[in-house]
């Protein structure tokens, strides 16, 4: 998993929880069933069976790979649209380039982000490139969809290019865990991402039998989402496991921690943590647009077909 890392974390700044917080108790605990997407490439659907009352400003996320491509196996996602919400893609391991109608794209790997705000439309397609198609290699990332309150749905698209190097890096004051802070604030310290929705996204390695306490905005949400390894979630040490989702109740903190024993594959706990502003309004989503009403739905998929959201540009050699 090489997202960007440090060899010595006890060089970075060290950020850890009040002496007097009160920890979020773990709400639910719910394990993400696998399906395919795009071009049939496998994923893992973090969200399903969790509400939106609790997900919200979340929409959906999924967890792309981690597999192993043989030659000519590698696969995208073909040009589609997108109205009313942000795609955040983060990449972990492989190369993946994306292109949109709005002239946004660029090329992702090993810990890069690209932060797409789809807003009032466009056509986008993500894919590996041919060299990667040709070789194959390994493939994981996340994508998550942000919802965008009533006021920006119609905002002008916007694409940031979060490279690796831009990440905020922390650590926890004995040093046995790596905070890549991405976007939004995580006590005094703040992410380069730059979003509508007040969000905090961080991917957090905790070492074996390592532990970590965060301050947490008691305004948001708290999700945690373990993309490999094993360990627990909050003060009750709830057990929590590769592809699990752990949603927290009411405090101003978080606690995690590693298991001892990891196995031979995955040497420490690897978590997306998430928070968030709830923005509290009705969504009305299918397929591609996240809007408020059934008429936005359907005004999204006539502009769609009419060729309102852009069109696929021309390659160029």
């Known amino acids: 998993m090489p997202a960007i890392t440090v ?44 509400g939106f009352d609790v997900l919200d400003p979340f929409i959906h996320m999924d967890q792309m790979g981690e597999v192993e491509y043989a030659a000519g196996e ?15 893609t983060y990449m972990i391991d492989g190369l993946l380039e994306h292109r949109d109608s709005a002239g946004g794209g660029g090329f992702i790997t090993d810990g890069d982000t690209q932060w797409m705000t789809a807003g009032s439309g466009l056509l986008h397609i993500e894919a590996p490139p041919e060299h990667i198609v040709m070789q194959g290699g390994l493939f994981h990332g996340l994508q998550l969809w942000v919802n965008l309150p009533s006021a920006s749905k119609m905002a002008t698209p916007r694409y940031q290019d979060i490279h690796s190097s831009a990440v905020s890096l922390l650590t926890t004051p004995d040093g046995g865990s790596l905070l890549r802070l991405i976007a939004g604030d995580l006590g005094d310290h703040q992410g380069p991402g730059v979003t509508h929705t007040p969000i905090t996204m961080v991917h957090a390695t905790i070492s074996p039998g390592a532990s970590i306490e965060l301050p947490w905005r008691r305004d948001f949400n708290a999700l945690a989402y373990v993309m490999s390894g094993d360990g627990h979630a909050g003060a009750e040490r709830r057990p929590l496991n590769s592809g699990q989702l752990a949603v927290f109740g009411a405090g101003d903190s978080i606690v995690l921690g590693a298991n001892q024993r990891q196995d031979s594959r995955h040497h420490a706990l690897d978590v997306v943590l998430l928070g968030g502003l709830p923005i509290k309004e009705p969504v009305a989503a299918y397929g591609p647009f996240v809007m408020n009403t059934r008429e936005q739905l359907v005004q999204a998929f006539e502009d769609f077909q009419a060729g309102r959201l852009g069109t696929i540009p021309a390659l160029v050699d």
């Open 7 to 50: 060899d010595n974390p006890l060089l970075l700044p060290a950020i850890a929880a009040a002496p007097n917080a009160h920890s979020r108790p773990v709400h639910s605990v719910t394990t993400a069933p696998r399906g395919f997407e795009g071009e049939g490439f496998p994923v893992r659907r973090a969200f399903a069976g969790v």
């Open 74 to 88: 590698p696969k995208g996602t073909p040009w589609h649209p997108h109205r009313g919400f942000e795609t955040v």
